[in-house]
C-alpha cells in the first residue's frame, strides 16, 4: 500500500496568519488526494478532493478561498490554511488512494495527520 | 452515499473477542464496506475490506449477511493497544461513490 507523509505534524500560529501543510506521496503518484478535518472527539469530515493540474473540489460549506489546495505534481498536494483564527484550530488529515492487499479496492492511506492550533 | 450507523462505544476486557457492528440499510449492489481503524492524534490505517459473506486476515474478520445491511467486525483476543476508534465505510470502489464519508465510529476500550 502508498506511503504517505504529512508536514508539519504540529503547528501553532497566530490569528490572522496563513499556515501551509504539505501531503507527500511517496511511492505513489496520486492524481487525486483527499484532505479531511476533524475537531476533538469528532469523526473526520471530507473538505475537499485535490486533483493533479486542475481545481480542487470542495464539500459544501467549505470555503474555497479559506482552504485553498495546490496539487501542483503527482506526489504532492499542500493546503493552506489562509487568515486562520481560533476556530480553525483542528486535526487536518490527508489520503491517497490505493489499493489494497489481497485484492482490497480502492483502500485510503492517510498522513498521520497536522494538529493546527490558532492563538 | 450509504449512511452508516454503529454504537457508539464499547468497552472490553484483555483477551475478550470484540464484535463491532455496522448497519448501512441503503448499500447499493456494488458497494464494498471498508473499515478502519484510529489512534488518537494518527490518521485512520485500513482494517479489511469486504463485499459478502466473510473475510479475514492476520487482524480480523468482518462477517456479512446475506442482505448486505449490516456488517460486524469481529476482532479476536483484544489487547490495550487495539483501544481506539474504528469506523466503517460503505462506498462503490470502481466508481466515484467512494468511501469517503466517515460516519460517528465506535469507540472501543480494553480494559486490563
Known amino acids: 500500500g502508498a506511503v504517505v507523509s504529512q508536514h508539519p505534524s504540529w503547528v501553532i500560529c497566530k490569528s490572522g496568519t496563513s499556515v501551509k501543510i504539505e501531503c507527500r506521496s511517496l511511492?505513489?503518484?496520486?492524481?487525486?488526494m483527499f484532505w479531511y478535518r476533524q475537531f476533538p472527539k469528532q469523526s473526520l469530515m471530507l473538505m475537499a478532493t485535490s486533483n493533479e493540474g486542475s481545481k480542487a473540489t470542495y464539500e459544501q460549506g467549505v470555503e474555497k478561498d479559506k482552504f485553498l489546495i495546490n496539487h501542483a505534481s503527482l506526489t504532492l498536494s499542500t493546503l493552506t490554511v489562509t487568515s486562520a483564527h481560533p476556530e480553525d484550530s483542528s486535526f487536518y488529515i490527508c489520503?491517497?488512494?490505493?489499493?489494497?492487499?489481497?485484492?482490497?479496492?480502492?483502500?485510503?492511506?492517510f498522513g498521520a495527520g497536522t494538529r493546527l492550533s490558532v492563538l | 452515499l450509504a449512511k452508516t450507523t454503529q454504537p457508539i462505544s464499547m468497552d472490553s476486557y484483555e483477551g475478550q473477542e470484540v464484535n463491532i457492528t455496522c448497519s448501512h440499510n441503503?448499500?447499493?449492489?456494488?458497494?464494498?464496506i471498508t473499515w478502519y481503524q484510529q489512534f488518537p492524534s494518527q490518521g485512520p490505517r485500513f482494517i479489511i475490506q469486504g463485499y459478502k459473506t466473510k473475510v479475514t486476515n492476520e487482524v480480523a474478520s468482518l462477517f456479512i449477511p446475506a442482505d448486505r445491511k449490516s456488517s460486524t467486525l469481529s476482532l479476536p483476543r483484544v489487547s490495550l493497544s487495539d483501544t481506539a476508534v474504528y469506523y466503517c465505510?460503505?462506498?462503490?470502489?470502481?466508481?466515484?461513490?467512494?468511501?469517503?464519508?466517515f460516519g460517528s465510529g465506535t469507540r472501543l476500550q480494553v480494559q486490563p
Open positions: 441503503n448499500i447499493a449492489t456494488n458497494d464494498y
Open positions: 465505510l460503505v462506498g462503490d470502489p470502481d466508481t466515484g461513490r467512494r468511501a469517503l464519508t
Open positions: 489520503s491517497i488512494v490505493d489499493q489494497g492487499k489481497l485484492g482490497a479496492k480502492n483502500i485510503q492511506y
Open positions: 511511492d505513489f503518484q496520486a492524481t487525486t
